[in-house]
């Protein structure tokens, strides 16, 4: 903590201060709002888009460059995702800090960021088709269908940086500029680097991704292309040895002398340069796509005093995309620890032993499809049938596999032009091949009501899969002697979201139906549960306006299931910030400070496989936490230029023979936040 204050005092603020000096003084970016705002499908922004800000949509029909003066002091930047056919644009709200942060209120590491997650709100993976089956780092993930394709009108950078206790970090640059007016290339490079406060917590992420996208002059050609890279790395050290004892120990006051399962003694560093992960799991994966469209229809033109502008109806579009997927999932142990392994694996270990378990698989997926546009003035009503070919090659312990799929799929989506109704019909089901019978139905429909913007939505779907592959016992991490015939998992879902801006409300309910769920019962015995289950969820978000500029931000989560499955989920979750929101009195000023509290009740929470990656079912511990995570923050945004103060875990100060921030609270049994938490970090906006 004492380094971290000196860099605080004696660097940050410094920078900070200074740079806000000059960003005051500088000529700030108009972000223009192209159309009028409106609620989006599923609730809520892409996860991959979040950080760069939420999605609105344009009231625009076309998506092509607004022609303007190019020595405007203003800029027009929009981006649209691979499967919407909706504009969005940037977000500048400073009221939620988790807008621009990896994790979302509703997601739990083990401790560190970085580790392992999981969501509180029960959100099992429920794609049709094939899935290795490793998801506790999907938040660190980007994910092809929320990369962005821009269009803008000058150059575009975003530097992000955030420093934390024991020198966690996040770097961040993104940019993005048009060649010209029909061609735009983006790139994004992140890395998520902490040490940790316990031994063995290292992580070390990086994400890497290229975009680009081409419209011809004409208007009949587009091409859509993304190259993207996601490596992750975290160390295990299979939780804490007790946390009944030790926590409350004042010997351990220093939480990183504290014996931890796996890994052996180590010695603290922050080098955030190394990459040495001697204990832990490292997932890679790369995706290269590449989509090509053609469109048939009537060609038209503008004219005006001093120009022709080009104009195209299309009727029919023709469609392929190539897509190819490289991944691999691996568990290394090089000091193997015998008594965990025996005591939870039943791995007998010899000295000098290590342990190595690597499923690594290549997919490569080729798809046709054709759309048919029923009104030549609306391109977001339309038809979309589709033919899949994907071929997949996996190598691992055991043997070498090679399996293929053949898919079809169908889509419905119409958006009236007046922008009232959102109707959307999606649907696959997959042949042949490995995945033989899997399929998903889906339907949503949006209305919004009155002049307030209302919103209506009503959503629905049934899901059949193939369990993953981690569940099948030709992985190299099926490490059960046990030999299970599973059968399809089946889940179904009805929703309803009313929106109510006027009042600052949102009403999220779903209902689910689970057959032939999937899981594991201890570190590594899958099992599957026959039975019928249900889970009811409720959630509420809600903003009440306490003063002129102060606000109470409330999210209630609720869920219960109905049934006899083994299935322990948290009953509730609540999130309060109640903040100062406002300029004080300064126009350039954006400003959001308060108090955040999160609470937690008692439940006994899933238990965490080091060697699998998966969180699992356990009966025996409930996790119940004296005080919620606290936390005080401070976001400020003046022109282009966006900073935040956070100080977390608040509620763990207490006298333990000298005042100190260690009554860490649980998230899973034998893993625990960590005391006193602070970051700053800045999000600093370029326009060339």
Do not use: C
């Not at 961040?172 to 680097?193: D, E, S, V």
């Not at 965490?608 to 119940?624: A, C, H, V």
């Not at 938490?677 to 370029?686: C, E, K």
Request: aromatic share 14%; charged share 20%.
């Amino acid at each position: 903590m004492a380094t971290l204050a000196a860099i605080r005092n004696y660097i940050l603020l410094p920078l900070l201060l200074a740079a806000t000096t000059w960003v005051a003084s500088q000529e700030m970016p108009v972000l223009r709002n192209q159309g009028r705002s409106r609620n989006l499908m599923q609730g809520g922004a892409p996860t991959g888009l979040s950080r760069m800000g939420n999605m609105v949509t344009s009231g625009a029909t076309q998506d092509s460059m607004k022609r303007r003066d190019k020595l405007e002091d203003s800029i027009t930047i929009s981006y649209r995702l691979l499967n919407q056919p909706l504009v969005y644009l940037l977000d500048s709200t400073v009221n939620d800090f988790t807008s621009r942060f990896p994790l979302k209120p509703t997601t739990l590491h083990l401790g560190n960021l970085g580790s392992a997650t999981r969501p509180l709100l029960f959100s099992p993976y429920g794609q049709p088709g094939f899935d290795a089956g490793f998801h506790a780092y999907d938040p660190y993930r980007l994910n092809p269908n929320e990369i962005p394709f821009f269009q803008t009108t000058r150059p575009y950078t975003e530097l992000e940086y955030s420093l934390g206790t024991r020198v966690e970090q996040i770097i961040g640059l993104q940019h993005t500029q048009n060649i010209n007016a029909g061609w735009n290339f983006f790139f994004r490079y992140r890395m998520i680097n902490s040490p940790g406060i316990f031994q063995h917590q290292r992580s070390n992420h990086s994400n890497f991704v290229f975009s680009t996208r081409y419209q011809s002059k004409n208007l009949r050609y587009q091409t859509w292309a993304l190259w993207l890279s996601n490596k992750l790395q975290a160390e295990e050290n299979g939780g804490i040895v007790d946390t009944t004892d030790i926590l409350n120990d004042p010997i351990f006051v220093d939480r990183f002398n504290i014996p931890v399962w796996l890994g052996g003694p180590d010695n603290f560093t922050s080098n955030f340069f190394s990459t040495r992960i001697k204990t832990g799991n490292q997932y890679n994966n790369r995706v290269l796509l590449w989509r090509n469209q053609y469109d048939i229809g009537r060609k038209d033109s503008l004219v005006t005093d001093s120009t022709v502008v080009p104009l195209f109806f299309p009727r029919v579009r023709i469609e392929h995309q190539l897509r190819f997927d490289k991944e691999q999932y691996a568990f290394i142990d090089k000091v193997p620890g015998a008594t965990f392994y025996s005591q939870f694996y039943q791995i007998p270990l010899q000295l000098g032993d290590t342990i190595d378990l690597r499923d690594k698989w290549q997919l490569l997926t080729n798809d046709f499809s054709l759309y048919q546009f029923p009104d030549e003035k609306n391109l977001k009503q339309y038809f979309k049938i589709g033919a899949t070919l994907q071929l997949i090659w996996g190598t691992t312990s055991l043997q070498s596999n090679s399996f293929f799929n053949s898919a079809g799929n169908f889509s419905y989506r119409n958006i009236t032009r007046n922008k009232k109704w959102d109707l959307a019909i999606d649907g696959v089901l997959y042949f042949a091949g490995f995945n033989a019978g899997d399929y998903q139905a889906a339907a949503r429909m949006q209305r919004i009501v009155g002049s307030k913007k209302n919103t209506i939505e009503l959503n629905a779907s049934n899901t059949n899969r193939s369990p993953s592959f981690i569940f099948d016992q030709r992985s190299s991490f099926y490490l059960s002697k046990r030999l299970l015939d599973l059968n399809k998992e089946n889940r179904t879902q009805i929703g309803i979201n009313l929106h109510f801006p006027a009042i600052g409300t949102k009403l999220i309910g779903n209902y689910l139906l689970f057959t032939n769920y999937t899981y594991f019962t201890n570190f590594y015995e899958p099992q599957q549960e026959s039975s019928l289950f249900t889970m009811l969820q409720v959630s509420l978000l809600k903003t009440v306006r306490l003063a002129k500029s102060w606000r109470w931000h409330l999210e209630a989560y609720w869920q219960q299931r109905v049934g006899t499955a083994q299935l322990h989920t948290i009953p509730f979750y609540i999130r309060n910030r109640i903040a100062y929101e406002g300029n004080l009195g300064f126009k350039n000023l954006k400003l959001a400070t308060g108090v955040e509290l999160r609470v937690r009740p008692p439940y006994k929470a899933d238990a965490y496989s080091p060697l699998l990656g998966q969180f699992f079912y356990q009966d025996s511990l409930t996790i119940q936490n004296q005080l919620p995570d606290i936390a005080a923050y401070a976001n400020f945004k003046i022109r282009s230029f966006t900073a935040f103060v956070r100080a977390e875990n608040l509620n763990t100060a207490r006298d333990l023979q000298g005042f100190g921030f260690t009554r860490n609270n649980l998230v899973a049994p034998g893993y625990a936040l960590n005391g006193l938490h602070i970051r700053v970090g800045i999000h600093w906006q370029f326009v060339n």
